[in-house]
């Protein structure tokens, strides 16, 4: 069954473990593209607190930009504005308590053209004023692969973390305070390495684990791929301004497509797969420089978000409370100032 479903991810239950671990996931979506063939079109405020409720203690939660939602008119650098003024209200309605305790997009990270420059300070200012007590910085689309069958970046630009006026439209971000999430795939990471040097100010926040690729022309090439995955990502760990999120190996291009399975994976089995990835990234960076995400809804064709919080959990046993404290929670909310 493709891409699952909720009724399809309902096959496999589990009870919540440790249920009264508090929880910042940082890093979710909302969007409605209805017209658009895609697993979970719509998921916005009761299809997020839907997953939140289902048995973690989930206290808050980071929303990241999804291309979503943008202004139909009026300048063009200016519509990504649209998302962060929608997903403000959404905000707004979610801390009210009426759907639950968790204080749903507690930050936002939008999206500014970085290659406008120093022409994109007018745009963040927008960004800002449209969410004055919750945007929190942006998120740039840096993925390309030469391979026609990996999906490249919606400028399909190779190394836009080289180019000057991109550099330029960052250290704006970094002057105003605000922080960078950085979406890209493994073997490029050396690039985030040059451009976290070259802007030590401006925090970066690594999607991902860093973009692992085992489809395509990756396929069946974990010996190559690995390696230079581990490498790249030790390296992105020396510079101090970077920290990674944990998660976001529930979509196919992992190579694992769980979504095809007859019912969906359980947490004991998705903490054995996770672990190696989740470790070792834990290994460079320190528990106090990461932090699990749900990638909620793209990696919600595989698992549902209990079993994934489950997994999180069981792969953490072996770390002390304070450094699991930080994992699931105060590293997203210190990085994010996640208020309250």
Sequence with gaps: ???????????????????????????????????????????????????????????????????????I????????????????GLAAAGATGLYGEAKAAAAIVGHADLHLGDGVAPVLEALQAASPNRFRGIRHGLTWDPHPDIANNRWDRKSQLSEERFRAGARVLARMGLSFDAWMYFHQLPELVEFAQAIPDLTIILNHIGGVLRVGPYANRDEEVLPTWREGLAAVAKCPNVVVKLGGIGQPRTGYNWSAGDIPIGS?????????????SIEQFGPDRCMFESNFPPDKVGHSFNILFNGFKRLSKGYSDSERAAMFQGTAERVYRVNG
């Design 268 to 280: 004991e089995e998705l903490a054995g797969l996770m672990a190696p990835y989740m470790n070792y």
């Design 73 to 88: 008119d009026g300048p063009e650098e200016m519509r990504p504005v649209g998302e962060v003024e929608f997903v403000q």
């Design 1 to 71: 069954m493709p891409f699952g479903g909720n009724d399809w991810l309902a096959l496999t239950q589990e009870p919540t473990l440790e249920p009264e671990i508090p929880i910042c996931d940082p890093h979710h979506h909302f969007w409605d593209f209805r017209a658009a063939r895609i697993p979970y079109q719509r998921y916005l405020l009761h299809e997020l607190y839907a997953d939140l409720n289902s048995g973690h203690n989930v206290r808050s939660t980071v929303f990241v930009e999804a291309n979503s939602m943008y202004r």
